[in-house]
């Protein structure tokens, strides 16, 4: 099964910015699609972001759209999500996710992201 491993996580000031990082234990050739969710307290977790493999098709939830960036590296098997102009709203642990080319699942461990003067 694929092992996902989380990175980037931390502390911005609004309109700073973070990336995180998700490493895939296996080829990405067999992972079909990666996004991002993310929650934060009080309310239910959301798709924040997710990639085809290969970049051919992206999606971006609204409250995102025109400042996160979702994008692959193939040979490090590893998915990114590059936040720009973060808002406080934007605080919430994120969470890795991919499904596989077999129809398999799984769950990074999750990174909290905090944005805060």
């Known amino acids: 099964q694929v092992q996902l491993v989380e990175s980037g996580g931390g502390l911005a000031q609004p309109g700073g910015f973070l990336r995180l990082s998700c490493a895939a234990s296996?080829?990405?050739?067999?992972?079909?699609?990666m996004g991002w969710y993310r929650q934060a307290p009080g309310k239910q977790r959301e798709l924040v972001a997710y990639?085809?493999?290969?970049?051919?098709?992206?999606y971006y939830a609204d409250p995102v759209k025109g400042r996160f960036t979702i994008s692959g590296d193939n040979a490090k098997n590893t998915v990114y999500l590059q936040m720009n102009s973060l808002k406080p709203e934007d605080t919430a642990v994120y969470y890795c996710?991919?499904?596989?080319?077999?129809?398999?699942?799984?769950w990074g461990q999750g990174t909290q992201v905090t944005v805060s003067s």
């Open positions: 990639i085809i493999s290969g970049g051919r098709t992206t």
């Open positions: 996710h991919v499904t596989t080319t077999s129809g398999n699942t799984a």
């Open positions: 296996r080829s990405s050739s067999s992972i079909y699609t």
